[in-house]
């Protein structure tokens, strides 16, 4: 059950902003043991939401290697989303009207301080297990350095220490999309459905790629001219995401993406932060990812110290994190069982 955390203490953002009220949905699933040693910590990925039982069905939940029976699951949406958390479509206290346009930029660090007063306010001291795919990764590696004392054990996957220059670009495309839409700084739920729903076709081509666009999608009949699979298909994802998402959101979240970099502002290299990881770490890659080739997670893995590394075939691209679940849960139970599992 969606379950809500509020607070009137303000929130000090990395630009120096501030967020005058935090509101942050999340879910929870399965028991705190006696001695509360088995919290996994979910963080979710950019369009995603706190019901990681849902969204990483056949990894979270009864049938996958986070099981409710065993572990005490944490999932909590993110700053700047539309799923609860303060964000666009969140009150203003000082207007009493909803931000739309207005929410201010957040960076990483910033959603990993708003769940870290989750952490507190659900007096959970330690955490066994903190993991996450693509954004949700980012995340994981900002908390592991802002609170070594506290996360146990890493799970990365199809995620890097710092955006590449190949991400940034792909979010400013999208953000272009968006902006071309003349009502994306509107007043209103739907402001820049137009551009949201080419942001997502962009997204959708670095989320897949050649081989599995070909083999799913390609026509068998070779006497068409127009009415494609292949279109049809991308204009279905972006009608999808608008039924579910809010362009604000998705603008506000891209440029979060944009800014991460586990080195800035600690006076270091990011290999020389990622040498400062002392938790147990694994790490895996997708061979075919476009969007975030297995070479982020090579550096990654070469950098922590002890770090265990896994690449997996498959076929999905980036999309792999969330489609091969059972892969993943056969790798990461292993693991967490002592089998290192490099490949």
């Known amino acids: 059950m969606l379950q809500r955390f509020e607070s009137d203490e ?3 953002l990395e ?4 967020l005058p009220r935090l509101e942050i949905a999340y879910h929870t699933y399965g028991q705190l043991n006696a001695d509360a040693s088995n919290v996994v910590w979910v963080c979710h990925a950019l369009t995603a939401n706190a019901d990681a039982a849902d969204w990483w069905n056949g990894f979270v939940g009864g049938n996958g290697a986070i099981d409710p029976g065993r572990h005490f699951i ?4 993110i700053l700047g989303s539309c799923y609860g958390s303060s964000g666009p479509l969140s009150v203003d206290p000082s207007s009493g009207s909803l931000y739309y346009s207005r929410f201010p930029m957040v960076t ?7 769940h870290i007063r989750l952490r507190k306010h659900l007096g959970i001291d330690r955490i066994k297990l903190l993991m996450g795919g693509s954004m949700g990764g980012y995340q994981v590696l900002e908390w592991a350095l802002m609170e070594p ?4 054990t890493l799970f990365l996957i199809a995620t890097s220490a710092a955006e590449s220059a190949w991400g940034i670009s792909i979010h400013e495309a999208q953000r272009l999309a968006i902006e071309a839409d003349s009502t994306w700084r509107d007043s209103s739920p739907g402001a820049g459905s137009n551009g949201l729903k080419a942001a997502r076709a962009i997204g959708m081509l670095t989320y897949r790629n050649y081989a599995i666009m070909c083999e799913r999608q390609s026509d068998p009949d070779n006497s068409k001219v127009d009415g494609f699979k292949a279109a049809s298909y991308i204009r279905y994802q972006g009608d999808k995401l608008v039924q579910r ?3 604000q959101s998705y603008w506000i979240l891209s440029r979060s993406m944009d800014s991460h970099n586990i080195s800035r502002g600690r006076g270091a290299t990011v290999e020389e932060v990622l040498s400062t990881i002392r938790q147990k770490t694994l790490v895996i890659g997708i061979a075919s990812d476009l969007l975030c080739p297995p070479e982020e997670q ?3 893995a ?3 110290p002890g770090a265990n590394y896994v690449e997996i075939d498959s076929a999905f691209g980036h999309d792999g994190f969330l489609v091969e679940a059972a892969e993943i849960s056969k790798i990461l139970v292993a693991w967490m069982d002592g089998d290192p599992g490099d490949k």
């Not at 944490?74 to 949406?77: D, L, S």
């Open 10 to 12: 303000p929130l000090m």
């Open 15 to 18: 630009n120096g902003g501030v």
């Open 74 to 77: 944490v999932c909590a949406n």
């Open 108 to 114: 990483i660090r910033d959603m990993v301080n708003a």
């Open 149 to 152: 004392e506290v996360v146990e």
């Open 245 to 247: 998402f809010n362009a």
């Open 298 to 300: 090579r550096k990654m």
């Open 302 to 304: 070469r950098g922590i």
